[in-house]
């Protein structure tokens, strides 16, 4: 279930809760839509759990930068374009 399938989750729980006023027997629909609600909140956060730690990167190889180089161009008195 994505994050998608969560927010879907709070959605119809909330309807069920807030916004429904049937009544089945044996059936507390504003129980059964807190849960759905508590259950799509705990998907959304172990999903932005996850999301944050995917986006830590570390690089295994140290990033070597490397010196411009320079062109010593003798000529028109441009560069790569631009002037010197």
């Known amino acids: ?7 879907i989750l709070i959605a119809v729980g ?14 507390n629909l504003t129980v059964v839509g807190v849960i759905l609600m508590a259950v799509g909140l705990i ?19 140290p990033v070597v930068e490397e010196e411009p180089h320079h062109h010593h161009h003798h000529g028109d008195g441009y560069v790569d374009g631009y002037g010197v």
């Open 1 to 7: 279930m994505g994050l998608g399938g969560c927010i």
């Open 43 to 61: 998907g959304v956060a172990t999903f932005s759990g996850i999301a944050r730690r995917r986006r830590v990167v570390v690089p295994s190889t």
């Open 14 to 27: 909330a309807i069920l809760t807030f916004a429904t006023d049937w009544h089945m027997h044996g059936v």
